[in-house]
C-alpha cells in the first residue's frame, strides 16, 4: 500500500511540473509576439529609404496605420548597387487600409527625440498588390523647419 501511495504521489509531482513547463512556454511565446506571428504571420512590405538616410529607423521599429501598431521593421538592406529599403511585415488585419497611394513617413516619438518608427497613411487608391508591395518612405518635417516661416 505505501508503494501505491509513494508512487501515486511522484506522478501527481510529475503531471504537475509537466502542467507548469507548457504554461510557461505558452507565456514565453506570447511574451516574444512568436504566437502572433505564427497565428498571424501578416503580409511583407518593402519600404525604399530617402538617400538621406535612415533618420534614425532601426530593425523592430513598430509600423503604425492610423495609429494603431501594425507591424515591425524586420531587416534594413544597405547596399551600394541599390537604394536602402527596409523589409517590413504588416499585420494581415491593417492591409486593407494600406493601398498604393498610402504615404510612409519616417517619425520620431516624441517629434524631435525618442525611436524612430514607420507611420502609413490610409490610402484611398487602388488596393496594394501584396507580391509586389513598394512604398516610398520620406522623413518628417522637421519641428523646427516652420520656425522660421
Known amino acids: 500500500m505505501s508503494d501505491t501511495k509513494r508512487y501515486r504521489r511522484q506522478r501527481t509531482l510529475l503531471g504537475?511540473?509537466?502542467v507548469a513547463a507548457i504554461v510557461l512556454f505558452l507565456f514565453s511565446l506570447i511574451q516574444a509576439d512568436a504566437l502572433r506571428?505564427?497565428?498571424d504571420p501578416g503580409k511583407e512590405l518593402q519600404l525604399v529609404?530617402?538617400?538621406q538616410g535612415l533618420f534614425g529607423l532601426a530593425e523592430g521599429a513598430?509600423?503604425?496605420v492610423l495609429g494603431t501598431p501594425a507591424?515591425?521593421?524586420?531587416?534594413?538592406?544597405i547596399d551600394p548597387d541599390q537604394k536602402i529599403h527596409a523589409e517590413a511585415r504588416l499585420s494581415a488585419s491593417m492591409t486593407a487600409f494600406v493601398r498604393r497611394d498610402s504615404e510612409a513617413i519616417i517619425r520620431k516619438t516624441f517629434g524631435v527625440a525618442g525611436d524612430s518608427?514607420?507611420?502609413i497613411t490610409r490610402g484611398v487608391g487602388e488596393p496594394?498588390?501584396?507580391?509586389?508591395?513598394?512604398l516610398?518612405?520620406?522623413?518628417?518635417?522637421s519641428p523646427t523647419d516652420s520656425i522660421g516661416e
Open 16 to 18: 504537475g511540473m509537466v
Open 37 to 39: 506571428e505564427w497565428l
Open 49 to 51: 529609404l530617402p538617400d
Open 62 to 64: 513598430k509600423i503604425e
Open 71 to 77: 507591424g515591425k521593421i524586420q531587416r534594413i538592406v
Open 117 to 119: 518608427y514607420i507611420e
Open 128 to 134: 496594394m498588390d501584396w507580391e509586389y508591395a513598394v
Open 136 to 141: 516610398n518612405a520620406k522623413p518628417d518635417r
